[in-house]
């Protein structure tokens, strides 16, 4: 087992304890502000309780039992074989946060920063330890969705994303290599795509809002909950991916040459999504609505697990 | 109870007549090839069967003692409330397959093609019945997966539509309205856009064909099986998609302007991608493996109706 400190204690850093607690690794969470450490600890068990019901966790208390609580940030990642950030997505607080960490780590601690949107080279670069900094990026919650992105900085030594790959794994969590510092990493340019395609839609005319939701979730956004869009067309064109690639590729261009134009995310196309999104689920439903999202997470990873079981993987 | 007539006995033409038999409606299906005819009556009923075993229907006698076999297709439509039309993706199919029904269906009978790439306009310009004609595109197969999209032609009558979209939603479909002609509809143009990205970063060397597959399917993919992609930025920003609009707008038009040259679909990217994909799977492995799809498809199906009643939909 390895000792795992947390810096950063907001909805991630809580989610990343229980990743790490139940895999059976000692957890340190340290937060700057007394307050969000309260929360975590308040939040934490009442999370482990959603997990175990969902059969996501077998031993919620001994889950809990592995999860302690610095009063200083060197408390916490005195020993550590490993470091979490997920402190708040600005790159004055990063690069404060990791000129402390650099002084306070031992020579062999790894640091994975769980940021959607900096790039490590961009808050690492005059650090000591600057070879043992990757990103480390989860999709929230992490104790419920699995992937991680690694994406090292140009001075990160490679065996250092190796061993986060392994840590993760091992975890239970499903890390990949991104091997170039681009904007989104790979699941947000991927869903950047989408959206704007999507928002595309919109502003043409040729669906609504609620119709695109549908056009997924009851569509092709099956198939991506368990075979990713390669698989998918793999298996769609009897010759698999290069014979989809040679029977689809021209209709795939031609929908992209019609949507050529950048699409710009204005004011006017987000109040009119907006409109249709709050006739179906008004601003003060949000908060019980990501709570059922996060129950209907759960019981997805749960109905997964049984299924690469049952009917395999 | 409506009569439904089905030209086009292959796959596409086998999952339709368990989704109308299913529904209660009679069902009658023709295909101009013998062999196919012999195939579809083999089919279905062990098509039934796997159905049940997954608990999404119950008597898959009494399903398919509601399917008949014509011999010609205007026995197929004589009486038919509903065409439902999947021949082979040919122009030139579809316009004499669509001659011919213009014949024989009766004045109030609407046709809906299952074509996902040709629009109704192509085909119908010159019928009698072109106003009761329209796409209704599945995603295959529909028996299991939901959605359609309804695409008119010009001169469609915006109540056929409106009937359609009655039928498919009595029937457990989840019908979609695709206001204008557009190459690929919704659902493709959506996949289009993920792929596009998706080549993109394999061409570009940011990640693995298979780590392509994971960020989706461990990652944003979980959440596109239950809730779509706007629910889904909907419920990541406090504020709801407006105040996600506005956070990430700026990331997302970045990633757009990284990703702007048209991506072509050429042979040497499709090889890549090809190779990655033949050291997961062999190609004498894919039949199998879509075997084990669309088992995985029944069992998420099984699974989205159970959390739909327990967690809420």
Redesign the interface.
């Known amino acids: 087992m390895q000792k795992i400190a947390l810096i950063g204690g907001g909805l991630v850093g809580q989610a990343w304890a229980v990743v790490f607690a139940r895999a059976g690794h000692p957890v340190t969470l340290y937060d700057a502000s007394p307050l969000i450490m309260e929360q975590a600890e308040a939040n934490i068990a009442p999370r482990l309780n959603d997990l175990t019901r969902f059969r996501l966790i077998d031993n919620p208390d001994a889950v809990l039992g592995r999860i302690s609580y610095a009063i200083k940030p060197g408390d916490a990642v005195a020993g550590a074989d490993y470091v979490q950030e997920s402190v708040p997505e600005r790159l004055d607080v990063k690069r404060e946060v990791y000129a402390e960490l650099d002084r306070f780590i031992g020579d062999d601690t790894i640091i994975g920063s769980s940021t959607s949107?900096i790039p490590a080279s961009e808050f690492t670069e005059n650090l000591a330890c600057r070879a043992r900094c990757l990103v480390a990026h989860p999709?929230n919650p992490p104790s419920v969705?699995?992937?991680v992105?690694l994406c090292p900085a140009p001075w990160t030594d490679a065996k250092v994303v190796e061993r986060v790959a392994e840590l993760m794994t091992s975890a239970g969590q499903?890390p990949?290599?991104?091997?170039?510092e681009?904007?989104?990493f790979?699941?947000?340019?991927?869903?950047?795509?989408?959206?704007?395609?999507?928002l595309r839609?919109v502003e043409?005319?040729?669906?609504?809002?609620?119709?695109?939701?549908?056009?997924?979730?009851?569509?092709?956004?099956?198939?991506?909950?368990?075979?990713?869009?390669?698989?998918t067309?793999?298996?769609n064109a009897?010759?698999?991916?290069?014979d989809y690639?040679?029977r689809y590729?021209?209709?795939?261009?031609?929908?992209?040459?019609?949507?050529?134009d950048?699409?710009?995310?204005s004011?006017a196309?987000?109040?009119r999504?907006?409109a249709e999104?709050?006739k179906?689920?008004p601003?003060d439903g949000?908060p019980e609505?990501?709570e059922?999202?996060d129950?209907?997470?759960m019981?997805?990873?749960a109905?997964k697990r049984v299924?690469d079981e049952?009917?395999?993987k």
Not at 186 to 198: C, E, H, P, T
Not at 262 to 265: A, K, V
């Open positions: 949107g999709i969705t699995p992937l992105e499903s990949i290599r991104v091997k170039k681009v904007p989104g790979v699941a947000n340019r991927l869903q950047g795509a989408l959206l704007a395609m999507a839609l043409d005319g040729v669906c609504s809002v609620e119709d695109v939701d549908i056009a997924i979730k009851d569509g092709i956004g099956r198939r991506w909950s368990f075979i990713g869009p390669f698989e067309i793999d298996l009897p010759g698999g991916i290069k690639m040679a590729g021209p209709l795939y261009e031609e929908i992209e040459r019609s949507a050529e950048p699409l710009e995310w004011d196309l987000a109040s999504v907006e999104r709050r179906r689920l601003a949000i609505r990501s059922w999202r129950r209907r997470l019981a997805l990873a109905h299924a049952k009917i395999g």
